[in-house]
């Protein structure tokens, strides 16, 4: 790896850090995904195995193994930007509560992601629902290792697809709620839900999948 494409990615998330998550948070989105942007793909692979190789027990118990993604910590804090790796299931699980990225929801916070490997297939919908109670597609967006986007707090979407092997890289934005939105399709109206408490796995269940997550950066590395 050239050394100028390391300096590159540990300069882009000090500056990260730094951007006005506090005053304007839609700016420090913006200006965060033209950092991701500016990245090298590649590095950040090696990065990504980097970090998870030498993982402490401690950070791997700050992350989230969930039916639709596992959400690695990468660093940071709820009180300031926080930095998370998703690997996503090859197979995503039916639009429903409980299905996390595959659900109908919101969140809690704005963010920015870079796709690191694969792709993205996603719908977004109007917040508010329709006379009938259901909701309003806005857009069907395919997206593909290398493209960064931003979602702020209040837009509802649900990830549809993604290609095998599916990593991002994600800088989550300062929270704005206490719980995000999911839409629940038997009742058509929206559920509050508190995400951060939901771990459902073992500790143990949780440090295999962080040894078939860190097996899987192997690959992508060679």
């Not at 494409?5 to 995904?33: K, M, N, V, Y």
């Not at 690997?87 to 992601?113: M, V, W």
Request: hydrophobic share 35%.
């Amino acid at each position: 790896m050239e050394l100028n494409h390391l300096l590159a990615f540990e300069l882009g998330i000090s500056t990260i850090r730094q951007l006005p998550w506090q005053t304007d948070q839609r700016r420090a989105l913006s200006e965060c995904a033209a950092i991701l942007e500016d990245i090298d793909g590649e590095t950040v692979n090696r990065q990504l195995l980097e970090v998870a190789t030498r993982q402490q027990r401690h950070q791997i118990d700050r992350s989230f193994v969930r039916p639709s993604h596992n959400k690695w910590y990468l660093g940071g804090e709820p009180a300031s930007v926080m930095i998370w790796a998703h690997e996503y299931a090859d197979e995503l699980p039916p639009d429903q509560l409980g299905s996390f990225a595959a659900s109908t929801h919101n969140h809690r916070y704005g963010f920015a992601s870079r796709i690191i490997n694969g792709s993205i297939t996603s719908t977004t919908f109007r917040s508010t629902l329709s006379g009938d109670g259901g909701l309003i597609p806005c857009s069907h967006l395919a997206r593909g290792a290398g493209e960064t986007y931003v979602m702020t707090s209040d837009e509802v979407h649900r990830i549809d697809r993604v290609a095998p092997s599916t990593i991002t890289l994600v800088i989550q934005g300062l929270p704005v709620a206490e719980t995000s939105s999911v839409y629940n399709r038997e009742s058509r109206a929206f559920l509050q839900v508190d995400g951060n408490k939901d771990r459902r796995v073992s500790e143990a269940d949780r440090q295999s999948a962080h040894n078939r997550y860190r097996k899987k950066l192997q690959g992508l590395a060679t």
